[in-house]
């Protein structure tokens, strides 16, 4: 077996890896290590010199928040593929982080260092909306994304596999598990006794599974994959975009989806909503019905599912959503 070289946050073990690597040269000091912002995934660093700033990125056959949950060891390399398929459109590379070297041996990412920006996440607290250029912004990026990089104007293919089956695993099953090791009442007391008839829903589970099988299935266009709030970032240059590690070729319509779900999770006004939708409709074709079925799973399993965000929604709401998405999904 090869082996990687687990990266730490050691100074000294750090600079003599990027020496290694090229990547600092050989009088260069590293000043600084610092956690650029939450991520749960990966062991993500900003290495500062006396000159320069970058962010390493690497990828370990664990999840770094919980080393006890096994992941896909690769997927930086397929974060790096993603990077590589945008590196010469400059709609898209200009609202990302320039990616300046890949070891592939090691899973590890150097990126450009996009400053001290925030993520989207704050959306979820009470009373914060979006801005609508900001909204604008992100739909037209997705949109010029899915336009650019489709089967008819690349031959370059990205399964992405083992991350689209470990996402599979969270958007698509455990949700509907009767045990899946998280006790809903620990997120907000109530919780559990209101997810039980989702759960036991035949119809419901068999339509998941169902839309389940399109997400495995290869698509024709180039999607980000984890298109939520958590991959906006907000800088001094404007909104970049960051973190494909979920990227594939499938269907649009997922892809937004996603988008519309954690908009309402984040309880933007439905007029918002609406607009996030248009931005997107008025540049890129959508299966609107579709990509609601999609937005509805994303909801069940953010509020069901193992991979829980801050939301402020109270329990009422919180089951509102879980209606709405069931009855999208199974009209009456
Ligand atoms: N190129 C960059 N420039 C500046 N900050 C960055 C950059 N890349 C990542 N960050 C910061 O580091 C955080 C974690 O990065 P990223 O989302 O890529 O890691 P991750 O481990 O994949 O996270 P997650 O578990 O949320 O998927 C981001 O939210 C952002 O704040
Ligand atoms: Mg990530």
Redesign the pocket.
């Known amino acids: 077996m090869k082996h990687v070289e687990e990266l730490t946050a050691d100074k000294a073990s750090l600079e003599s890896y990027l020496k290694g690597q090229g990547w600092l040269q050989l009088n260069e000091k590293i000043t600084a290590l610092e956690?650029?912002?939450?991520?749960?995934?990966?062991?993500?660093i900003?290495v500062k010199t006396g000159e320069r700033s970058?962010?390493v990125?690497q990828?370990r056959e664990y999840?770094?928040?919980f080393p006890q949950v096994p992941a896909p060891s690769e997927r930086a390399l397929r974060?790096a593929e993603f990077y590589q398929l945008v590196s010469n459109k400059s709609l898209l590379n200009e609202k990302m982080?320039k990616l300046i070297g890949v070891d592939k041996k090691n899973h590890v990412l150097n990126?450009?260092?996009?400053?001290?920006?925030?993520?989207y996440t704050f959306l979820y607290q009470k009373g914060e909306h979006i801005d609508e250029a900001e909204l604008k912004q992100i739909m037209t990026f997705i949109a010029n994304l899915h336009k650019a990089i489709n089967t008819k104007t690349t031959d370059t293919r990205l399964p992405n596999r083992k991350m689209r089956k470990l996402n599979h695993e969270h958007i698509f099953i455990y949700p509907y598990l009767e045990d899946n090791g998280l006790n809903l009442d620990d997120v907000l007391p109530g919780l559990r006794a209101a997810g039980k008839p989702f759960k036991q829903d035949e119809a419901l589970k068999k339509k998941v599974g169902k839309l389940g099988d399109r997400y495995l299935q290869d698509g024709n266009t180039l999607l980000h994959g984890?298109y939520f709030p958590?991959?906006w970032?907000k800088?001094n240059d404007g909104i970049?975009i960051?973190?494909p590690?979920f990227c594939f070729f499938g269907e649009v319509e997922f892809e937004i989806g996603v988008t519309l779900a954690h908009l309402k999770m984040a309880d933007q006004p439905d007029k918002l909503v609406e607009k996030a939708l248009r931005f997107y409709k008025d540049r890129s074709a959508l299966n609107e019905s579709l990509c609601k079925q999609f937005m509805a799973v994303e909801i069940l399993r953010r509020i069901l599912g193992l991979a829980q965000l801050p939301l402020s929604l109270d329990l009422e709401k919180r089951k509102e959503l879980l209606n709405e998405a069931q009855s999208i999904l199974i009209p009456e």
Do not use: Y
């Not at 912002?37 to 993500?44: E, I, K, P, R, V």
């Not at 990126?111 to 993520?119: A, C, M, N, Q």
């Open positions: 956690i650029p912002g939450a991520g749960n995934m990966n062991f993500t900003r970058f962010i990125k990828s999840v770094e928040k974060e982080p990126l450009e260092d996009l400053g001290h920006g925030v993520d984890d958590g991959s970032l800088t970049k960051i973190d590690e």
